[in-house]
């Protein structure tokens, strides 16, 4: 008989997903579990790097997420905090302008 991992539940990952949300703000840098694709299949993100977090969702709506830049497009792309294989703090705070 083999040992198969436990799958957490939905509740425990949202829940996860929250206290990673609550931990990391702007200015830290994350790092994707997986290359990002669009919609039509363009790289927007790769996960052999850091991006700083430029802003975070309000979460009001059950999503917390955090947007980034992209450095193969350009744009600012949100970030589920589901998809967040780790993260750094900021080694200074961000600058607000």
């Known amino acids: 008989m083999t040992d198969t991992p436990d799958i ?3 509740d425990q990952q949202i829940n996860d997903s929250l206290a ?3 931990l990391i703000q702007v200015g830290d840098l994350i790092q ?3 290359n990002l694709l669009s919609d039509e299949g363009r790289p927007q ?3 052999n790097r850091y991006y700083e977090v ?3 969702s309000d979460g009001s709506n059950g999503h ?3 947007y980034v830049q ?3 497009t350009n744009e600012v792309i949100e970030v589920f905090a589901g998809f967040v294989m780790d993260y750094q703090r ?3 705070p961000p600058h607000h302008a």
Request: hydrophobic share 45%; aromatic share 12%.
């Open 8 to 10: 957490p539940s939905q």
């Open 20 to 22: 990673l949300w609550q």
């Open 32 to 34: 994707v579990e997986a």
């Open 45 to 47: 993100l790769r996960s």
């Open 54 to 56: 430029v802003a975070k």
């Open 64 to 66: 917390y997420g955090f």
């Open 70 to 72: 992209s450095d193969l």
């Open 90 to 92: 900021a080694a200074t």
